[in-house]
Nanobody, 125 residues
Framework: QVQLVESGGGLVQAGGSLRLSCAAS????????MGWFRQAPGKEREFVAT????????FYTDSVKGRFTISRDNAKNTVYLQMNSLKPEDTAVYYC??????????????????WGQGTQVTVSS
């Protein structure tokens, strides 16, 4: 069992930065691949970024490449999403999620086993 709690969301102007954190409970955190998703009003939940259990490999959706960075600290049971050069279209509720099966499709939210409650990110123009 893994419990996830996100923090760090807020209101920021376009071009600004935010750092989201996701704190995990449970001794097996380091065995899970971790991901960040987001969901804007009226839209489906979409994949943003993922990292392997070690943090050695990362993958991003095209719209955030070069602006967002996912990282993790297994000693602190925490995964981060550094978001730079934010745009109004980045406005959404951001969720972190844990995936037990590393080989499953990381873009599909159905392949994630545990989810946080979400944190709101609002980017004003």
């Amino acid at each position: 069992q893994v419990q996830l709690v996100e923090s760090g969301g807020g209101l920021v102007q376009a071009g600004g930065s935010l750092r989201l954190s996701c704190a995990a409970s449970g001794r097996t955190f380091s065995s899970y691949a971790m991901g960040w998703f987001r969901q804007a009003p009226g839209k489906e939940r979409e994949f943003v970024a993922t990292t392997t259990w070690s943090g050695g490999s990362t993958f991003y959706t095209d719209s955030v490449k070069g602006r967002f960075t996912i990282s993790r600290d297994n000693a602190k049971n925490t995964v981060y999403l550094q978001m730079n050069s934010l745009k109004p279209e980045d406005t959404a509720v951001y969720y972190c999620a844990a995936r037990r099966n590393y080989y499953s499709d990381y873009v599909n939210p159905l392949n994630y086993n545990y989810w946080g409650q979400g944190t709101q990110v609002t980017v004003s123009s």
